[in-house]
């Protein structure tokens, strides 16, 4: 499956964006996804999680609240919600799959290249 995230932007402390990832080349549904975001300086971590049905989601508890992740199998894509930013949120944002029934922090195969949010104060 190839992934393409899009929606990154500038925003400012206390707005929102909305995030995206297309999926194209094999069946969207067939997998769990998941965001994940790189800081400057910083390793990868991961922030939401939603199963292949979009009936369970996870996410660090650093955006619990804040963000909301959701998929529309219909159109292949996958969001990610982000209100009440803040400047710690900037970071690159990834989109990732993997096979799986449940919802996952680690272990994707397949990853998008990223989107950058810069949250300025």
């Known amino acids: 499956v190839q992934l393409q995230a899009s929606g990154g932007g500038l925003v400012q402390a206390g707005g929102s964006l909305r995030l995206s990832c297309a999926a194209s080349g094999r069946t969207f549904s067939d997998y769990a996804m998941g965001w994940f975001r790189q800081a400057p300086g910083k390793e990868r971590e991961f922030v939401a999680a939603?199963?292949?049905?979009?009936?369970?989601?996870y996410y660090v508890d650093s955006v619990k609240g804040r963000f909301t992740i959701s998929r529309d199998n219909a159109k292949n894509t996958m969001y990610l919600q982000m209100d009440s930013l803040k400047p710690e949120d900037t970071a690159v944002y990834s989109c990732a799959a993997r096979f799986g029934a449940s919802v996952y922090t680690s272990g994707y195969v397949y990853w998008g290249q990223g989107t950058l949010v810069t949250v300025s104060s």
């Open positions: 939603i199963s292949w049905s979009g009936g369970s989601t």
